[in-house]
């Protein structure tokens, strides 16, 4: 390790730090020092996150933070640790995981700030502790996009780099993001310990939790006042929630491990994600994901099975099997009717003039000739505008099918108001996701040194539904070339 050992001038950078997760006693982490990196820059920033935890411009461009977000000193006030946790890969037990290259270094107006990519820590197995310049940018960008969009997400403060070398499966450049959320505890830090039988350690957790998170768990009557069923089914909803969210707007995951499943309901860890192109059902993002465990259409479901995994790690507190399996019906219900608001809001109409059948009977055909997801939205809300469905033709090579469904639509739409379907369609259905070539452009800039592209396409897609005409290319069809980038869970 190369930790921090620089001699340092007084701090201009004030944070009023509380560490209640390190409260939680050294059998829930390892604390130490982040290791330094050679000449950091800053690669990106977001004005946005900064103004949460309440840096004003000049401190969030000073060389201090970039040094402190590079590993090279530790703020004060700041108490970096390692989390342990366990968790399911891939569906199958992984054992004992943990933040192998990630450090917390406290809470700050509530919400906590931690390093991805500062050094080995003593869960990092066989890793080296490091993030690289490509996986940093992609997470970076994604967090403020997601939540410009409306999806519950993690965010990210800010992304440093350095040539330092790390290897992959070629050379790279390492970097360090700045990742900021009310907590990053995970459904796997619950299941460390109930595999391990530490019940008392499972009980401080979810008590911490409880009380810190969901305090309205401890007079839940439903569950007679079994604090810790409350608290199953309150992760069940913020969770369903979510990946409605994820479903609606076209994103996949890509690695919906448990060590990767917030218990805020947050998206986190962006690592091989994707919005979709083309729109398929059974579209894997992952290049490592080979059986589809994680592919777009089976995400609700794969949600649900990592709630079955939080539910057996919480069983041994609240005790009644068939109190936990009540507990996680409430994702069952809420997913599919959080999931039907949204796509009505997308076509513009009220909730109760839709049916199912209706979406299901669009999403088909959409899949049927592999439609632009994004492009086919946004075309649809402009047709309500303008009157001129043609534009959202074209995008069909079977036109009797869509022409079909246009006309059960256009029924649905007389009975509405159409410039207030126009209005809430334009503002629920973005212009611009960040589609993978997007981001890729970006980083091979940046490995030149040059930053405006990502500068430029945090712009946008933290502003979704804005037209911008200077990028509109960035809006149209996905290039050829597109099709080759492969993401893995290698970064």
């Known amino acids: ?152 997400t ?17 050379p790279e450049t390492a970097a360090v993001v700045t990742r900021v959320a009310p907590s990053f505890i995970r459904f796997g830090h619950f299941e460390h310990f109930a595999a391990k039988n530490q019940l008392k350690q499972l009980k401080i957790l979810a008590d911490y939790v409880i009380d810190r998170f969901y305090p309205e768990c401890r007079s839940k009557p439903k569950f007679a006042d079994n604090a810790y069923a409350a608290l199953l089914e309150k992760v069940s909803e913020r969770t369903a929630v979510m990946v409605a969210h994820w479903q609606a707007v076209g994103f996949c995951h890509g690695v919906m491990n448990t060590d990767n499943m917030s218990i805020l309901g947050l998206t986190i860890d962006y690592g091989p994600f994707q919005f979709l192109d083309s729109y398929n059902p059974l579209h894997i993002c992952n290049h490592s994901d080979t059986q589809g465990r994680y592919a777009f259409a089976r995400q609700p479901n794969v949600a649900y099975w990592n709630l079955h995994c939080l539910g057996q790690a919480l069983l041994p507190l609240i005790g009644e099997p068939q109190m936990a399996m009540a507990a996680l ?58 009157g001129n469905t043609e534009p959202v033709r074209e995008l069909f090579i079977n036109s009797i099918a869509w022409d079909a469904w246009m006309l059960r639509y256009s029924e649905l739409l007389a009975l509405s108001d159409r410039a207030l379907a126009a209005d809430l369609m334009l503002k629920t259905n973005p212009k611009f ?22 500068a430029d396409l945090l712009d946008v897609v933290t502003h979704p539904f804005a037209e911008h005409p200077t990028r509109a290319a960035w809006a149209g069809f996905v290039p050829d070339w597109a099709s080759q980038i492969e993401i893995s869970c290698s970064s």
């Not at 993690?154 to 070629?170: P, Q």
Request: hydrophobic share 40%.
């Open 329 to 386: 019906e409430s994702f069952k219900t809420l997913m599919p009717k959080t999931l039907h608001r949204l796509m009505c809001a997308k076509l513009g109409l009220p909730e109760a003039s839709v049916t199912q059948s209706f979406i299901d009977d669009l999403l088909a055909a959409l899949a049927q000739d592999q439609v632009d997801y994004t492009i086919f939205w946004r075309r649809l809300s402009h047709a309500q505008l303008d």
């Open 433 to 454: 996701v960040l589609r993978n070539y997007l981001c890729q452009d970006v980083i091979e800039m940046a490995k030149h040194k040059d930053f405006s592209g990502v």
């Open 154 to 170: 993690t965010r990210a403060l800010c992304v440093t780099g350095s040539d330092d070398e790390v290897w992959r499966e070629t």
């Open 1 to 152: 390790m190369n930790p921090v050992c620089h001699t340092l001038p007084p701090s201009q950078i004030s944070l009023h730090w509380r560490h209640s997760f390190a409260a939680l006693g050294t059998d829930f982490y390892a604390e130490l020092s982040p290791e330094s990196l050679e000449a950091p820059y800053w690669v990106g920033r977001s004005p946005t996150v900064a103004n949460l935890l309440e840096l004003n411009t000049s401190q969030f461009a000073s060389d201090e933070l970039l040094q402190a977000f590079s590993g090279n000193q530790q703020l004060p006030g700041s108490r970096p640790l390692a989390s342990v946790y366990s968790g399911h890969q891939f569906g199958q037990w992984a054992g004992q995981l943990g933040d192998g290259r990630a450090l917390l270094l406290g809470e700050t107006n509530g919400l906590e700030i931690q390093l991805k990519g500062a050094g080995l820590t003593p869960y990092s197995r066989r890793g080296d502790g490091r993030a690289v310049l490509r996986s940093s940018i992609r997470e970076f960008l994604c967090s403020e996009a997601m939540h410009s969009l409306g999806v519950p």
